[in-house]
């Protein structure tokens, strides 16, 4: 028999998903002090997805752990969503002090930003093209469509990495 306590998977979840919110939350400060808020450096994202992969392997690893053992894919994916949506979920509290506090004009810079890049980007379009191409991207920024993005992305992110992750470290009863 096992001495250990047992952890409930709710508590691992919890726990897993507030350190990866927080640790977003460090990447998009540094981002910021950086001042690429805008345009981040290829590193930054490469290494906001390492950390994100290994928190939630971390996570599913630590169910496992508590479960004799054993996972189940669909416990993985189950982990894996769940640390990624409490994650998304504290990043989101920290996208809205960062809009409405650290940094009001961020739309608009964004706006500026973007209309640069297509500018750049394709310098052949016409005045109509180029308008409809800013309008376009326009429709994305603001708070609703960030939130809703954060949430979907985290969500999808959190799928990829608990189901590859599940299919590494499954072990059923049954042998």
């Given amino acids: 028999m096992n001495d250990q306590p047992q952890v409930s998977k709710k508590s691992i979840m919890l726990n897993y998903g507030l350190l990866l919110g927080f640790a977003s939350i460090i990447i998009a400060l540094i981002n910021y002090v950086a001042g690429d808020i805008y345009q981040p450096h290829w590193s930054l994202i490469v290494g906001s997805l390492v950390i994100t992969i290994a928190i939630i392997i971390l996570g599913i690893k630590k169910i496992k752990e508590s479960n004799s053992g054993f996972l189940s894919i669909s416990d993985a994916i189950k982990a894996g969503l769940g640390i990624s949506l409490i994650s998304a979920l504290v990043y989101i509290v920290y996208l809205l002090i960062f809009y409405n506090m ?3 004009t961020y739309f608009e810079d964004m706006a500026k930003v973007q209309e640069q890049v297509i500018i750049e980007k394709y310098p052949n379009l ?3 093209e180029l308008e409809g191409a800013i309008k376009g991207s326009a429709m994305f920024l603001n708070t609703g469509a960030n939130i809703t993005m954060t949430i979907i992305f985290s969500l999808f992110i959190g799928l990829i990495i608990s ?3 599940g299919l590494i470290m499954k072990k059923s009863e049954e042998g």
């Fill in 102 to 104: 650290i940094e009001p």
């Fill in 126 to 128: 016409t005045d109509q």
């Fill in 163 to 165: 189901l590859i992750g």
